[in-house]
């Protein structure tokens, strides 16, 4: 179960702040963030190699970031389906959903967070959904983002996150308490058990061999001119963490 945490604060001077956990087949290969993608030039993200498309892209030129979870409902006709690795690249690049006839995806959750707000389109493969997210700390996982779809999870981690400091597109935040350490911390599972159903760094080991969990984390800031980007290849270590874009630079 993929989860995005999004603190939306108009007036901050960080207005969004967003947490991407990503949960996937151990097997599954991708490569870190980077400009993966030349018919996206300026676009950064983690690249799924099994499709090529990503689940979480960032523009640093908008600012603006998207982000995809899977979602509930008809699935495509296996004839016709695409990937959906596509679509944050797409709406990354338009801060829109992408045009189209969606019928050939899956369904899915689709995320794009600017200064201008956040929006949350969710297909079930049979109508879009559009929601304007309001102000405060959401958690969206694959059935939804309201606080009953989103359950125990979200119960325990979204008064956890609204009540850490809040991480700045522009400081370095290295320090005890600055928003950067609390949001990681918390991002990296808040010391819960991977088995704990609130969990949200997960790893389960399946019958027939393989092995289902957590592959990654990302953090995103957003601000007037600005953007930083962290991201943690190996959850289960948190002297992974590393930055992986600052927009502007660091002096």
């Known amino acids: 179960m993929c989860t995005v945490i999004i603190g939306v604060e108009p007036g901050a001077e960080t207005p969004v702040v967003l947490a991407g956990v990503r949960d996937e087949f151990a097997a599954r290969p991708w490569e870190p963030p980077a400009a993966h993608w030349p018919e996206f030039p300026g676009l950064v993200g983690g690249r799924d190699l099994s499709a090529g498309g990503t689940w979480l892209a960032a523009d640093p030129g908008g600012p603006r970031v998207a982000a995809l979870l899977n979602g509930c409902g008809r699935e495509a006709d296996p004839s016709a389906r695409r990937s959906r690795g596509d679509l944050p690249l797409r709406a990354a690049a338009s801060g829109e959903l992408p045009q189209g006839d969606l019928s050939c995806y899956d369904p899915f959750h689709l995320l794009v967070a600017d200064l201008g707000g956040v929006r949350l389109w969710t297909w079930d493969g049979r109508d879009v959904n559009d929601d304007k997210l309001p102000a405060g700390v959401h958690v969206i996982v694959n059935s939804g983002w309201d606080r009953a779809a989103a359950g125990a999870r979200a119960a325990f981690f979204r008064p956890l996150f609204a009540g850490a400091g809040r991480p700045s597109a522009r400081d370095t935040g290295d320090g005890p308490g600055e928003g950067w ?15 704990d159903p609130r969990a949200l760094v997960v790893r389960e080991e399946l019958a027939d061999g393989r092995v289902w969990g957590t592959s990654s984390i990302t953090l995103v800031a957003l601000a007037a001119g600005a953007l930083r980007y962290e991201f943690c290849p190996r959850p289960a270590d948190p002297g992974s963490w590393h930055e992986v874009m600052r927009v502007p630079g660091t002096a």
Do not use: M, N
């Open 181 to 195: 350490a609390a949001w990681r911390g918390l991002a990296s599972g808040a010391g819960l058990d991977l088995t």
